[in-house]
């Protein structure tokens, strides 16, 4: 059975940070790309930074890009979301994606439930 789990959403203070955490299990989590979205209400959802299976690849959203950092434990089966510089703005639901693309060209695609961010003095 697949379970994607976020955690360490919460409230904070403009210009704080905060560590979002999201632990697989019931996949082969060193296979999969991992991501970070976001939705904030009214807007779609949008992807704020994957990285590769291995790690050693990232991408960032223009918007996060210096602020935010992506980083994974394959031993661990989570992927972090380190949030630092906190703007009203980034006040949104996370959502952490796992994907995995078959040599068929099956998609295997896991979401979480999503963890609330809100950025508010």
């Known amino acids: 059975q697949v379970h994607v789990v976020e955690s360490g959403g919460g409230l904070v203070q403009p210009g704080g940070s905060l560590r979002l955490s999201c632990a697989a299990s019931g996949f082969i989590f060193s296979m999969y790309g991992m991501s970070w979205y976001r939705q904030a209400p009214g807007k779609e959802r949008e992807l704020v930074a994957d990285?590769?299976?291995?790690?050693?690849?990232?991408n960032y959203a223009d918007s996060v890009k210096g602020r935010f950092t992506i980083s994974r434990d394959n031993a661990k089966n989570t992927v972090y979301l380190q949030m630092n510089s906190l703007k009203p703005e980034d006040t949104a639901v996370y959502y952490c994606?796992?994907?995995?693309?078959?040599?068929?060209?099956?998609?295997?695609?896991?979401w979480g439930q999503g963890t609330q961010v809100t950025v508010s003095s």
């Open positions: 994606n796992a994907r995995y693309v078959a040599g068929s060209g099956k998609l295997y695609e896991y």
């Open positions: 990285i590769s299976s291995s790690g050693g690849s990232t």
